[in-house]
């Protein structure tokens, strides 16, 4: 791997190779093995990655792919390594290094310098006026945070950010404190990513979740892989698509790009992932325009019923859908006029293509979609989700083996935390369950998600920013709005493991408090503690760090949110908050009668491997309103671009967890030494007049006729669909505004940029 320092300006050192023609491999595990080496200690690599996703360790941070029944000693990813081995390393920020540089000089440093400088290891304050953190200790450091939001005019002036880092325990706690405080505004990472999922399904189905275990990937017949990266996003979901694959089952990969992992796999715990060509993984590979899903998905389902007129009854599931569905004839007579030339012009596919998917459609009896922020972060994400489920509908490919959704998730307990009540518009009924449980009336306003939260602090109407986890300026859209927006706040306070670029963008008084991670010991009143997450299949499990804290002065997230509600709700507060942080199992009794599924959770938890949530779609019941799954009526919805424009997704190099790049490498790609590369077909560089490596900017054209610019782009020739560009997220974050975003769920919508590309003077 080439190092080189974080803070260099990268743009004239890009370097091109050929994309890889397969993921993992034995050189997944050597860029695993010298990322880790080169940030901790042998020791505590070998401690922690033999820990890493074992029935008794360490839940990987790295994504919601879950565990498999029977796991290998090695049971974790180049990625998941690289993750976990980042967290453990054993370099430390200290108060000298705060003392060394201003707010500004920090600011002004690359991601990935901030994530280099290693572990936080005490509270931090930058007071109202200076232009540097200094210590803090803790008492003094809660007592400020509650006394600031016991000081505003409404507690709804207040939000409570979460990512999905988050334990389960810590998000109950953390939307407890909120709404005994009085306010529902509590954004989270989700609303950035899979909350087109929720909406959609949540309509469609009644329930926000997919449906599919892994013993369901192994069992399907067909498995669509659509607007996703597992290669790099998920990786050991690839494990199980070639278990999929040696059983006999069929994959069709929908992306813009031919990513890596979508081709061939080579399980490096495997003689023929070693030493063999590995595993072909898409039989069929649709290199679709982005924001073509909808009108793919519409075309296979008027295919299907066209097929069901001549041979009728040999086609759908007219029983399945009898008994479970509504709106069948509404939406049959709806898609019967989609026609082929508008589909066409949306996916820029051939027809020939989507009519041999038809027929892999017709010869499978079971059949699961996957999907990622390929569909999530568009504007018309949640009919397209809905329209999946229109597809699985017909054919009854909902509730039995190896049939169902599969929304992968990103981060690794995001389900969870919405789970546990981290959202801004819980249900009626879980607000009743809390309330009986803890003797307080919560608020039933809903609160505001990521995008109305920045609005909120933008005009002044919320001026205390909570940050637990995450780093909110990187992963928010419009970034220059969401930095101000927290520069107008009178307090910012980032819970966090490492420094981040959020830690720069301070509110009028700022704090940072230092927590442990995954991978630390958990020491309480009444000894070690683990902590539960819920994976995207909804698994529940347990997680215990083994590594001695990075410091002495660390707090887990459950102490700081427990000291915290103690000083914000007063000593006249009924909910024993000093009892949860002394013993994490008394959180978990209190899960279980508040939150639906977790009967018995310390009981059921401590089954190696933990327990399953139920989903009731798979007893064929469906809590929507009218008590059945619903056929949804889309309109064909795509991105038309004007001549001389692309459609620009953002997206994470290989080398990337989320908004920290670990290198300017993008293996996969053949991107490196650079991130600010814009990826475009070949042909459409020629026929736009910029040469292969050309240096550009990139500018979003929006309908009100505003426009964005990012600076100082490489055009690199690259296989992705004609008419599509990609790049690196966060850097493109500035191209998207805050308005921008997907109808119903209020995602960003950063898969669906419309741009042009101009080139700038040498
Ligand atoms: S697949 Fe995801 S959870 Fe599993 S080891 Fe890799 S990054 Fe971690």
């Known amino acids: 791997m080439t190092r080189r320092r974080a803070d260099d300006d990268p743009r ?17 595990v050597a860029h695993a093995m010298e990322y880790a080496l080169s940030h901790t200690s042998p020791r505590r690599t070998a401690l922690t990655l033999l820990n890493l996703n074992q029935t008794e360790g360490i839940d990987c941070p790295g994504c919601a792919w879950p565990d498999p029944q029977h796991r290998h000693k090695n049971e974790y990813c180049e990625n998941g390594a690289k993750h976990v081995t980042d967290e453990a390393t054993t370099r430390r920020v200290t108060r000298e290094l705060f003392a060394a540089h201003s707010v500004a000089e920090l600011g002004a440093k690359s991601d990935m310098w901030l994530n280099e400088q290693g572990r936080l290891t005490e509270p931090m304050v930058k007071r109202a006026g200076a232009t540097h953190y200094e210590p803090i200790g803790w008492d003094e450091a809660l007592q400020l945070v509650a006394d600031e939001l016991r000081g505003l005019g409404s507690p709804d002036e207040a939000m409570f950010y979460t990512s999905g880092r988050v334990s389960n325990e810590a998000a109950f706690l953390l939307q407890l404190m909120a709404r005994s405080y009085g306010t529902n505004n509590l954004p989270d990472c989700s609303n950035m990513c899979h909350e087109s999922s929720g909406s959609g399904l949540g309509e469609s189905l009644g329930i926000g979740k997919g449906s599919v275990s892994l013993d369901d990937i192994h069992a399907a017949d067909l498995i669509f892989v659509v607007g996703q990266n597992p290669g790099t996003n998920h990786p050991r979901m690839l494990s199980a698509l070639e278990e999929t694959k040696r059983n006999g089952g069929t994959i069709v990969a929908v992306n813009p790009l031919p990513e890596a992992g979508l ?70 007579a709806d898609v019967r006029t989609v026609a082929w030339d508008d589909v066409l012009a949306a996916t820029g596919l051939e027809r020939a293509e989507i009519e041999e998917v038809h027929r892999r459609v017709l010869e499978s009896k079971s059949i699961i979609v996957c999907w990622a922020m390929g569909l999530t972060q568009h504007k018309h994400g949640v009919p397209t989700i809905q329209e999946i489920v229109n597809f699985l509908l017909l054919r009854g490919n909902l509730g039995r083996a190896g049939a169902g959704v599969c929304p992968v998730r990103g981060h690794s307990n995001v389900q969870g935390d919405r789970t546990m009540g981290i959202w801004e518009r819980m249900p009626q009924r879980f607000l009743d369950a809390l309330e009986t449980e803890f003797g307080f009336t919560p608020p039933t306003a809903h ?16 001026s205390v920013f909570v940050g637990v986890a995450g780093n909110f300026v990187r992963a928010m859209s419009d970034s220059d709005v969401t930095e101000q927006a927290l520069r107008s706040c009178r307090l910012t306070v980032q819970i966090s493991t490492k420094l981040n670029h959020s830690h720069t963008v301070c509110g009028e008084t700022a704090i940072i408090l230092p927590t442990l991670g995954r991978s630390d010991r958990d020491v309480q009143a009444t000894g070690e503690q683990f902590v539960t997450v819920e994976d995207s299949m909804s698994e529940v499990h347990q997680s215990r760090g083994r590594l001695e804290p990075a410091s002495s002065s660390l707090l887990s997230e459950v102490a700081i949110l427990c000291r915290l509600a103690r000083r914000l709700l007063g000593t006249g507060n009924p909910i024993p908050w000093e009892s949860f942080e002394g013993d994490y199992g008394l959180i978990r009794d209190r899960i279980a009668r508040v939150v639906p599924g977790f009967e018995d959770f310390n009981t059921r938890v401590a089954h190696p491997g933990g327990f399953r949530l139920p989903n009731p779609v798979n007893e064929g019941v469906f809590p929507t309103p009218s008590g059945k799954a619903v056929f949804t009526r889309n309109a064909l919805e795509s991105l038309p671009t004007p001549p001389g424009h692309l459609v620009l997704q953002s997206l994470r190099s290989h080398d990337q967890w989320n908004t920290i790049p670990y290198a300017m490498n993008d293996r996969y790609r053949g991107i490196h030494d650079a991130r600010r590369v814009v990826l475009v077909n070949p042909d459409d560089l020629a026929d736009l007049g910029i040469a292969d490596q050309e240096l550009v900017d990139i500018v979003s054209v929006w309908t009100d006729g505003t426009e964005r610019r990012a600076e100082g782009f490489r055009a690199v020739g690259y296989p992705a669909a004609r008419g599509s560009a990609a790049s690196y997220y966060p850097e493109t974050n500035v191209l998207v505004p805050l308005d921008s975003v997907a109808a119903v769920s209020n995602t960003p919508t950063s898969k669906g940029v419309i741009v042009r590309l101009e080139r700038r003077a040498p």
Request: with cysteine; proline share 6%; hydrophobic share 40%.
């Open 447 to 462: 609160g505001y998600d990521s995008v109305d939260g920045v609005r909120a602090m933008r005009d002044g109407r919320a």
């Open 12 to 28: 004239d050192e890009l370097r091109v190779t050929s994309p890889k023609e397969y993921a993992a491999g034995v050189p997944a």
């Open 263 to 332: 081709k061939r796999f080579k399980n490096p715990q495997r003689p023929s992932g070693v030493i063999g060509r590995g595993t072909v993984i898409a039989d069929q590979f649709l290199k679709i325009r982005p924001g073509g899903d909808l009108a793919l998905f519409q075309m296979l389902n008027r295919l299907l019923l066209e097929a069901e007129a001549s041979a009728p009854g040999a086609v759908l599931d007219h029983d399945y859908i009898a008994r479970n569905c509504i709106g069948f004839e509404e939406f049959a």
